[in-house]
């Protein structure tokens, strides 16, 4: 699966998922494995572990299947509730990098609006719709190019799909999002990119001994060679 270990300690244990890697299995996708199977088959005694896990093992949060990075996985049940607590009481900390269409004018800035369910679809909005729930969310502008530029994302909720409704929302699309870019987005052609130039680069949380554990993961090399076109290429067609 190309899954790369980036930490692990008798409770939990956080991997750099790559991008087309669903977490689990839905509905829709009963033939494709998963991170869940991979977890599994590594690690046999996290089959009894969480909520559900039956469906999902030791899995506390996830990510788009087409998102790539850190993801977090307990390896006990003790664990994975006091993991459940800290990302409820809003005590880890998320960042995430993004490639996004446009140049934001400000260095930083914050989203904050209601993000809902379209009716009749999976898709977010945050325009009205079904089951709205509050979403924050902070960047910040690490790299400008001529109408595109490379952000740090900190997500305050964990609301699904967050970051790519909240960025679109400002009329900054991620680039190679095919759900939530405009259509003059979608048309753009950028080599190596095949999906949302999304990555959870880093989570900050505490251990069960209470000592702060930094996890990070470098970015993929198709996030890499995208940042290396703008670099080289003044202005997108």
């Known amino acids: ?15 750099n998922k790559p991008a087309g890697l669903l977490v689990h299995r839905t509905p829709k996708k009963d033939a494709e494995e998963t991170l869940a199977d991979w ?45 459940k607590d800290q990302f409820q009481s809003r005590l880890i900390s998320k960042t995430y990098r993004a490639i996004v269409f446009g140049n934001p004018k400000q260095d930083t800035g914050t989203i904050e609006g209601m993000i ?6 999976t898709k977010r909005t945050v325009h009205k719709g079904k089951m709205p729930k509050e979403a924050v969310t902070d960047y910040k502008v690490i790299e400008r190019f001529e109408n595109a530029a490379l952000l740090e994302v900190y997500p305050k909720t964990g609301r699904t799909h967050q970051i790519r409704v909240h960025l679109a929302s400002i009329n900054h699309p991620i680039m190679g999002d095919q759900l939530y870019g405009s259509k003059s987005s979608k048309k753009v052609f950028i080599p190596k990119l095949d999906r949302q130039m999304l990555h959870a680069y880093k989570v900050e949380l505490e251990s069960l001994k209470g000592t702060k554990i930094t996890l990070k993961a470098d970015e993929p090399e198709d996030f890499l060679a995208v940042l290396q076109y703008l670099r080289k290429t003044p202005k997108l067609q």
């Open 1 to 15: 699966m190309g899954m790369k270990i980036i930490y692990e300690d008798p409770d939990i244990l956080a991997v």
């Open 39 to 83: 977890i599994v088959k590594k690690y046999p005694d996290v089959a009894k572990v969480g909520d559900k896990p039956e469906e999902r093992p030791g899995i506390v949060h996830r990510l788009d299947k087409d998102t790539s990075g850190v993801i977090v996985i307990a390896k006990s049940q003790r664990a994975f509730e006091n993991l």
């Open 116 to 121: 809902s369910l379209k009716p009749g679809t």
